[in-house]
């Protein structure tokens, strides 16, 4: 009898314990967030998502109701998330991601890798840039272009203030908003530009002819490479020569003076907001957090075009460089990474870097 009984003890420990380990979080090294893909992850017209899905064989799907698209998992541990386009969706998504508690998150390094428009002064299509900053472009005052007075630049106006601002002390005025800058890991940052600084990029046709129009500005006529430069968040898909002249104010304003506005995206000033949210209760570790924008159009028309054309003209090549960019600069920081899990898993890599914008 008492045999019975040990056996029926020991077979209550053994399923208590596989319940147990069966709810266990999945340890999560490297989260690939991506913004919006077209019609189907796979085996179609490539967004931003698909490539890594295929290529890094995301094959374990995970439902994800809160989300605009299931959750993608390799056996390496990396996990991929597609959240939608747009400020809302990226902040809700990256939220709900957070408080899954089918994962663990607390050790992940997180990076942010899709398309954008790109300063022709600073970048060419299908180029790259880690960002060191991550600034948001909605939160202020904004006056119809046609009624702002003639001295004003543009009229765009930080929150609080009564003009456009002229310098950093134009910011300060009492209205308390901490979403407006996000200030990246800059070691990481550097770390990441230096892992994949040499990167061979492909050209490609459509990008190659079309950065011919951009007289007067080299960058712009250079085949793809990688950069660093900060990127400009706004759910308004702006466009123009004064607009980007404010872009650039705008991002020197709410980071340094040694900044430089290199890309503007649509949700990443979201994806911020919630992972520091989420830093607050241990969650994730925002200082593992790299955002890489890739340049598909740029932010202002060429010499000789106004912006009414510019803004609305197909990406060359459909943007498809672009897409590539973004995945085969970062994957390559994704496999040192995975590489290196036995030391980055307890150490942020980190890199101390000067770069001439």
């Known amino acids: 009898m008492k045999c019975i009984f040990r056996i029926a003890i020991f077979t209550l420990v053994v399923v208590a314990g596989s319940a147990f380990a069966k709810e266990l979080p999945i340890p999560v090294k490297v989260v690939v967030v991506a913004m919006f893909e077209n019609g189907e992850v796979t085996g179609d017209k490539p967004g931003e998502f698909q490539f890594w899905v295929e290529r890094l064989k995301l094959d374990e799907i995970y439902s994800f109701e809160l989300g605009e698209y299931d959750l993608r998992m390799n056996g390496e541990g ?6 939608g386009a747009g400020i809302p969706n990226a902040t809700a998504s990256i939220m709900a991601l957070g408080l899954d508690d089918r994962f663990d998150l ?20 299908g180029s790259a840039a880690w960002a060191r ?32 601002a002229e310098g950093p002390e134009d910011i300060r005025t009492g209205w308390t908003l901490n979403t407006i800058s996000f200030e990246l890991n800059l070691g990481l940052a550097n770390w990441a530009y230096n892992t994949s600084k040499d990167t061979k990029i492909p050209d490609a046709p459509g990008i190659k002819e079309f950065r011919k129009q951009y007289v007067g500005y080299p ?3 250079r085949p793809p490479f990688v950069t660093m430069g900060e990127t400009l968040s706004s759910s308004t898909y702006w466009h123009g020569e004064l607009m ?16 430089n506005f290199m890309t503007s995206n649509m949700e990443d000033s979201g994806t911020l907001t919630s992972l520091h949210r989420l830093a607050r209760t241990g969650l994730v570790d ?22 009414a054309w510019s803004t609305t003209a197909p990406y ?34 980190t890199h101390t870097l000067r770069m001439n914008n």
Do not use: H
Not at 78 to 83: D, K, P, R, S, T
Not at 106 to 125: F, N, Q, T, V
Not at 139 to 146: G, S, T, V
Not at 291 to 306: C, E, I, Q
């Open 78 to 83: 990396v996990l991929g998330i597609c959240v």
């Open 106 to 125: 607390s050790k992940a390094y997180w990076l942010i890798a899709g398309i954008a428009g790109a300063d022709p002064a600073d970048m060419s299509l």
């Open 133 to 164: 900053w991550v600034i948001d472009g909605d939160l202020l005052y904004e006056i119809d272009a046609r009624e702002i007075p003639e001295d004003w630049p543009y009229g765009m106006i930080p929150l609080g203030a009564d003009r456009p």
């Open 219 to 221: 960058n712009a006529q």
């Open 244 to 259: 980007n002249q404010w872009a650039n104010d705008w991002v020197r304003l709410y980071s340094n003076a040694d900044m």
């Open 286 to 307: 925002p200082n593992r957090v790299m955002v890489l924008r890739t340049a598909s159009n740029f932010s202002m028309p060429p010499p000789g075009k106004d912006a």
């Open 316 to 349: 060359p090549d459909a943007g498809l460089p672009a897409k590539e960019t973004a995945f085969i600069v970062g994957n390559v920081v994704v496999q040192e990474i995975l590489k290196n899990w036995s030391e980055f898993e307890t150490r942020i890599p």
